[in-house]
């Protein structure tokens, strides 16, 4: 980027028109009606707006810097919404003129590192050159690192990903994502991470009745919606299944709401003796939610000897 | 003699963010953008050494870019260059194709007359540098 082919020195910058102008309104809008709950992640987001916005204003006027860092890490139990707050941040960073393309690339451990000598470099480099003018999501970022094994190739990984994260900040965001203990672990036994990223954001667990709404949201989504006592039951059952093992917040809602459907096809097509209107075919009662094994106690009475129909 | 082959071959060398722009074009208009690179650098020599394979998921030239820089790193003394193919039906050929990268020193090509039956003579070009044997022809 050369700055000084520019036309005739900026001495005022509107801010408002600039906001205005490169749509991040609509981009903190959308991530406002999309997304329930996680008010810290928003607050962070508009603030990291701001100072993208002020640091591009800076730059017209010559007061410039280099390209800021913007490398995050994304931090937050399973199901917080991490993925879906990443694809807005491309878009927000696309929109300032940070990313040239402003796509998402997501990969994990297995699409990095190899499984030979010498196969990791390569597989890294493509991963890279794909997600070059874009954003690179790394999703449980602490799998590269396995300490227990000396020759794992994923220090290779990330000996690449480092030198790149640095050398070509123009090209490329990387964002990593992963459990919030140990995402601790693995910034602490790479301290070159740490460094290179300047935004942590930690996504908070939701809260029930948040989660209660998320249900309502993903249903109306599909046209489906729950009546008043299915209502209560998916309240019951968010409590209920949150103090059970692998909860995973709005991950465990939706596939809920899946099995429900599930449940509430399977008893349509059973009951039905003459032809049903929208409202039926798009409500779901409370015996397509209690139906759940989760209030009988969860996974483990499921796996005993005497197994009943499938939950 | 400064090989004159493909686009751009009378401009002054690329700049990376020349080729960057460059590359973008082929990418927007969805070409198969790849790196090659040789050491034989007779105009009849149309298969040239592939650097990686074509880059068909890139979406943004830096990547481009990145490659080039990488090829030169292991081969700055030769001559790299960049296509770009289009698959689409009909063309299934080659849109693009410019030099990056030239050695420094181009000693040029030498006339070759070959006295053929009947005082024919045919001639023929050679490449000063590919007298030496691969990988001895540039410093």
Same mark, same amino acid.
């Given at each position: ?8 020195? !900026?001495?005022?910058? %509107? #801010?408002t028109?600039?906001?205005? $102008? ?12 999309? *997304?329930?709950? #996680?008010?810290? !992640?928003?607050?962070?987001? @508009?603030?990291?707006a701001?100072?993208l916005?002020? %640091? ?19 931090t937050?139990? =399973? ?7 990443? #694809?807005?941040?491309? %878009? ?11 796509h &998402?690339?997501t990969?994990? @451990?297995?699409?990095?590192?190899g ?5 990791? /470099? =390569? ?21 590269l ?24 900040? %123009? ?11 140990r995402m ?12 290179r ?5 930690e996504?908070?667990?939701y809260?029930?009745? $948040?989660? *209660? ?15 008043p006592?299915?209502? /209560?039951a ?10 059970q ?7 465990? !809602? ?7 459907? &599930?449940?509430?096809?399977?008893? *349509?097509?059973? $009951? ?22 989760v ?5 483990d ?5 005497q ?5 | ?16 963010d020349?080729?960057?722009v460059?590359a ?29 394979? =074509?880059?068909?998921d ?13 090829? @030169?790193k ?8 960049v ?16 030099i990056?990268?030239r050695p420094?020193q181009? =000693?040029?090509?030498? *006339? ?10 045919r ?7 590919a007298?030496e044997? $691969? ?5």
């Open positions: 980027m050369s700055k000084d082919t520019g036309p005739a020195p !900026v001495t005022h910058v %509107d #801010l028109a600039s906001f205005e $102008e490169s749509g991040v309104r609509d981009v903190l809008r959308e991530l406002d009606e999309a *997304l329930i709950g #996680l008010a810290p !992640v928003k607050s962070r987001i @508009r603030e990291t701001a100072l916005l002020v %640091d591009k204003a800076r730059q017209q006027m010559g007061l410039a810097t280099g390209t800021p860092t913007l490398h995050m890490s994304f937050g139990n =399973p199901g917080t919404g991490k993925t879906t707050v990443a #694809l807005k941040m491309a %878009d927000l960073l696309h929109r300032l003129g940070y990313v040239r393309k402003g &998402l690339v990969v994990t @451990r297995d699409d990095l590192v499984q030979y000598i010498g196969h990791t /470099a =390569p597989k890294t480099k493509e991963v890279l050159k794909k997600a070059m003018g874009g954003v690179l999501f790394l999703d449980e970022a602490y799998y690192y396995r300490p227990e094994n000396e020759r794992d190739y994923g220090q290779e990984a990330i000996e690449i990903l480092l030198q790149v994260m640095e050398n070509n900040r %123009d090209d490329l965001v990387v964002i990593l994502a992963g459990y919030p203990d601790d672990r693995f910034f602490a036994s790479n301290p070159g991470f740490r460094s990223i300047a935004h942590h954001i996504f908070p667990d809260s029930d009745a $948040e989660l *209660l709404q998320i249900s309502e949201t993903m249903l109306a989504q599909q046209s489906y919606a729950l009546d006592q299915a209502r /209560a998916m309240a019951e059952y968010i409590t209920t299944r949150r103090a093992p692998h909860f995973a917040n709005a991950r465990s !809602v939706r596939n809920a709401l899946d099995r429900a459907r &599930l449940r509430q096809a399977n008893r *349509l097509f059973n $009951e039905a003796k003459g032809p049903i209107d929208a409202a039926t075919l798009s409500t779901i009662t409370e015996a397509d939610i209690r139906a759940s094994r209030f009988r106690g969860g996974l009475v499921e796996r005993g000897p197994r009943t129909a499938a939950a | 003699m400064k090989l004159r082959q493909g686009q751009f071959s009378f401009l002054p060398d690329l700049t990376d020349d080729i960057r460059q973008q074009y082929a990418i927007d208009n969805g070409w198969a953008v790849s790196v090659e690179y040789t050491d034989d650098p007779h105009p009849r020599n149309t298969y040239w050494e592939m650097w990686g394979h =074509p880059m068909f890139n979406r943004d030239a830096a990547a481009v870019v990145f490659e080039v820089n990488e090829c @030169r292991e081969h700055g003394g030769k001559y790299i260059r296509i770009a193919f289009d698959a689409s039906p009909g063309w299934e050929s080659m849109r693009m194709g410019f990056v990268n420094a181009e =000693p040029g090509f030498r *006339l070759v007359r070959q006295e053929g039956a009947g005082r024919v003579v001639y023929t070009i050679e490449s000063y540098a007298r044997p $691969e990988g001895a022809r540039y410093a």
